[in-house]
């Protein structure tokens, strides 16, 4: 168990710790920002392609809700449409096995046609792409099956479509941002036609355009892409873009979005950071530090997913494991799963973290941040930080709102999520760190974290009025 000092009891000079990064995140809570949907409970991959591998309580106790698939990293046979229609069905069968898991759990599916099609990051370096030369027809042909195929299926309830996956990264677009663009504009119009509902509505979701880049004024994917958006009537349902790069923020990403919007004269759409968090972030502290973040916004998000192969479509995107996971030994349709220390945390948000939501900010440094609830028992507030060490505080503004009174003393209950083991790693439950008593005054409390771990997360709790 990790050393953990919730008590001020050395003063914060003294401590080896206070030398290295500081800051308080506040939770308001006076502001009733809504239900909790556990917004980043997505998986990006993650799920065996042999339906029921993985038992249901690991899908439902973190109140799973999206996923995305197309059948990357199949093996041959099974390389997409470019190699040919033998190859194409081996991917397609396992992405409509993953979308026929991920409806058992109600979740919307995101289907990645550019997987399907073989440009998963792995093809040779003279694959062909959509409208090379000029010529549309191999992809036309090959929408042409697609549709058919999830007609054919009844695959379209509960679905949406990333036109592309992070065209602005040449591993899955190494073709000119002019064709991109075309590609986008004929494809949109071809789907938004072919997937018209019983009553004439579009029902399944066109995103995009899913970039490696965050939002940016001077990124000219983005400005580009939504001029043109703008031109050919086909704004995404969803703006998506990507978070794999460990830099960047929600809030700062979304206000850079929103000014480009109105600039271009585009309406707001719901957000989804469909990969979120590196591999090293894929720990309590920086799960913790995620959903955060998005909650904040509103925005959906969908864990990134850092294993391959087999692996890439197995253990829940690291929620996980199983005996020979992370081994050489490693047998993709093994059984025996257990959860690991991230997937605590998202147990937690889902299990424990109900009411309501209220409003928080990240310290000002921006490596912590917190997501509270109010439940009708208890405040709970989840905290994390980015993958590092050093000493932060957490201040709980507005305690009457909840019922206490305005200065007095509170008794905080701290839970510890702890990374035992790494991403292969069993952790069956939460680390009880105790009881302590702040006495406060002004409607506020404050009290510090202090980082000894930086994978870990941290629980509080306390009783409201
Ligand atoms: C299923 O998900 C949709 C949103 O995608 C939601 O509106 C609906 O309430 C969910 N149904 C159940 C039974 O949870
Ligand atoms: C992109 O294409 C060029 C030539 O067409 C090739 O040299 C390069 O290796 C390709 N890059 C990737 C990442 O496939
Ligand atoms: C590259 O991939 C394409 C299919 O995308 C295939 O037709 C071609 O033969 C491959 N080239 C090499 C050198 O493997
Ligand atoms: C366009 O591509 C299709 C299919 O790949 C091919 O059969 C056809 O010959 C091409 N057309 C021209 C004009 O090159
Ligand atoms: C699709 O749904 C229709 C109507 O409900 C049904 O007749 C058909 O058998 C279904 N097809 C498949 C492949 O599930
Ligand atoms: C959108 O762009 C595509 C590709 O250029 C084009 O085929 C289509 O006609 C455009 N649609 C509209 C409404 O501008
Ligand atoms: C892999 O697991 C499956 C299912 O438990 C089992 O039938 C098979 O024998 C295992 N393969 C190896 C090589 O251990
Ligand atoms: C979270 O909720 C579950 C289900 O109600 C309960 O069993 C568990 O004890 C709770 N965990 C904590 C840390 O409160
Ligand atoms: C409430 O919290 C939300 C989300 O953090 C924030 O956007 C909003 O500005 C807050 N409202 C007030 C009145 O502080
Ligand atoms: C909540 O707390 C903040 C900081 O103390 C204060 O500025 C704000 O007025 C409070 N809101 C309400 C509704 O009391
Ligand atoms: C809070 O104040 C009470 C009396 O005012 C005192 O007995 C108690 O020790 C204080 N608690 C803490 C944690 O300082
Ligand atoms: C986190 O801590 C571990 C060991 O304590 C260290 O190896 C790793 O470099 C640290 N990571 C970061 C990003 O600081």
Redesign the pocket.
Known sequence: MQLFLPLLVASVAANPLAKRVSGTSIV?L??N?GEPEHLASGLLYGIPDAPNQIPDHFYTDIGFNYARGGGAQVPAPGLGWIWGLSEYQVRFASALSNYKTARKYNATFIFLIHDLWGADGKQNSSAPYPGDNGNWTFWDDYLTQWISDMHANNATTGLAVDIWNEPDNKPFWNASQAQYFQMRGRTYHRLRSAFVDRNDLPGVELIGPAYIGLPSASDSWWTKFLSFVAKNSSVPDQYVWHMEEGIGDMETSNGVLQSLLETYGLPSKPLNIDEYAIYKEQCPAGSAWYISQL???NARGLRGNWQSGNELHDLMASLVSKPTAGTSEYNYTGTGYFPNGDYQVYKYYNLNMTGYR????PSADLKLDTFATVGTDMVRVLSGVRIELGVWQITINNLTSVGLADSGELHIHTWGFPFTGGHFGEVDALTDLGWVSHNYTGNSVTFPIYNWVNTTAYAFEFYVG
Request: no cysteine; net charge negative.
């Open positions: 308001d006076s502001n920002t909650e904040r916004v209220v409003g928080t900010s």
